[in-house]
């Protein structure tokens, strides 16, 4: 069991930004299920992808990038004059989160989610991997 957990946590290669992407892996009998925390983001805007073994989760967010020095108080979206920006908390661009999936899995089965913010994934397990008795002739 620690070996699989630690593959788990083998594959974790962070973030392309200070947001990244935060996930949660659970372990069900028939699956894994991984959440992942995209608040904002559309359908349009994630992208998952499965190369060799490789979950990689990608989010953009494109928008303005805000001057600090500058900000967007009017209605037309036009910074006036002696306007400066107060709080910049929310970034934009890239990030990503990639994950390394135990080799117990059946990749032509999962499944991806979006609601609420969460994109949540259905990772089955494949039966294959699973130890069996063989007979002796």
Known sequence: MRDMLNTFTDGFVGSTSPAGVPIDIIETPGTYLVSASV???TRQQLS???DKGVLTIAAALEGPQVDPTECSCEEDGQ???GCCMIRK???TGPATRIVKLPSNVDEDGISATLLNGVLTLVVPKSDVQAP???PID
């Open 48 to 50: 998952v992808e499965l």
């Open 89 to 91: 908390e929310r970034s």
């Open 79 to 81: 910074p006036p004059d």
């Open 39 to 41: 608040p904002g983001f």
């Open 132 to 134: 069996r008795r063989l």
